[in-house]
């Protein structure tokens, strides 16, 4: 009888310990998993809240970055009215302020492509200029919001000129890579490498406005007048920004 208390006790206890073994180890794996699957919903929370974060600097960046670049804008604008401005234009000339965003060259000579066109009030002939005087181009083709612009060194432009500083006049025209050359200068009219030439305002042209410095003479004794040429003043200024020149009257 002893013998058979001590079997079911000891049997019984060895279930017991069994069954509470086998159900602490399921509870504990339960509660394991529970914990991984709060730190995974913890961590991909933060990182959330980090690209949230990121994307925050992020728009925070750009709009600093334009509002830089509007501040850098005007202040360009703000330079260059100013000094065009300087320029003295008088009240016979209506002025309008574009900008170029195009360029192409054929067999014609370069053209530029200009945000204003007839909606502007911009014509076939208008003079571009640079808001430091210096004569870029004319007005060719005319479309309603933009308009092309021929060089100064294309061939079918002509303009009368002087030398600065002296009643020295000519004909300027186009020459492509040669520059500019210029025509009707007697072999006694003293002019030289380095004088920079101007419009005359002869024509319906401004007058005064930079066509550029002679970097060529020579006197041929055979030709009735001398050969000359131009170094163009546009060869070393910023073509962004532009004035149109038109006649007020």
Same mark, same amino acid.
């Given at each position: 009888?002893?013998?058979?208390? +001590?079997?079911?006790? /000891?049997?019984? %206890?060895?279930?017991?310990?069994?069954?509470?073994?086998?159900?602490?180890?399921?509870?504990?794996? @339960?509660?394991?998993?529970?914990? *991984?699957?709060?730190?995974?919903?913890?961590?991909?929370?933060? +990182? &959330?809240?980090?690209?949230?974060?990121?994307?925050?600097?992020?728009? =925070?960046?750009?709009?600093?970055?334009? =509002?830089?670049?509007?501040?850098?804008? +005007?202040?360009?604008?703000?330079? +260059?009215?100013? &000094?065009?401005?300087?320029?003295?234009?008088? #009240?016979?000339?209506?002025? $309008?302020?574009?900008?170029?965003?195009?360029?192409?060259? #054929?067999? =014609?000579?370069?053209?530029?492509?200009?945000?204003?066109?007839?909606?502007?009030?911009?014509?076939?002939?208008?003079?571009?200029?640079?808001?430091?005087?210096?004569?870029?181009? =004319?007005?060719? &083709?005319?479309?309603?919001?933009?308009?092309?612009?021929?060089?100064?060194?294309?061939?079918?432009? &002509?303009?009368?000129?002087?030398?600065? %500083?002296? *009643? $020295?006049?000519?004909? @300027?025209? %186009?020459?492509? #890579?040669? !520059? $500019?050359?210029?025509? /009707?200068?007697?072999?006694?009219? *003293?002019?030289?490498? !380095?004088?920079?030439?101007?419009?005359?305002?002869?024509?319906?042209?401004?007058?005064?406005?930079?066509? !550029?410095?002679?970097?060529?003479?020579?006197?041929?004794?055979?030709?009735?007048?001398?050969?000359?040429?131009?170094?163009? @003043?546009?060869?070393?200024?910023?073509? %962004?920004?532009?004035?149109?020149?038109?006649? #007020?009257?």
């Amino acid at each position: 009888m002893l013998l058979v208390f +001590f079997n079911f006790y /000891f049997t019984k %206890g060895m279930i017991g310990s069994l069954i509470m073994g086998t159900v602490k180890r399921p509870a504990n794996f @339960a509660v394991a998993e529970l914990s *991984d699957v709060r730190l995974f919903f913890s961590e991909l929370v933060y +990182f &959330k809240n980090l690209i949230s974060h990121n994307i925050e600097l992020k728009n =925070q960046n750009t709009e600093l970055t334009y =509002q830089l670049a509007r501040h850098e804008d +005007f202040r360009e604008e703000n330079e +260059f009215l100013k &000094k065009a401005l300087g320029l003295g234009l008088t #009240s016979e000339f209506i002025v $309008i302020e574009g900008g170029v965003f195009g360029s192409n060259f #054929s067999q =014609q000579g370069y053209r530029m492509l200009l945000n204003r066109g007839s909606a502007e009030n911009v014509s076939t002939g208008d003079i571009v200029i640079s808001e430091t005087g210096v004569f870029i181009g =004319q007005i060719g &083709k005319i479309f309603k919001t933009y308009s092309e612009v021929g060089l100064v060194t294309n061939p079918d432009f &002509k303009v009368t000129v002087k030398v600065l %500083g002296s *009643d $020295i006049s000519a004909m @300027a025209r %186009g020459g492509l #890579s040669e !520059g $500019i050359y210029l025509d /009707f200068v007697n072999h006694d009219d *003293d002019i030289k490498e !380095g004088d920079v030439i101007v419009t005359n305002g002869s024509d319906l042209v401004p007058p005064a406005l930079i066509l !550029g410095t002679v970097n060529y003479v020579e006197a041929d004794p055979v030709s009735l007048f001398k050969k000359v040429k131009l170094k163009p @003043a546009i060869d070393g200024i910023n073509l %962004g920004r532009v004035l149109v020149i038109k006649s #007020s009257r």
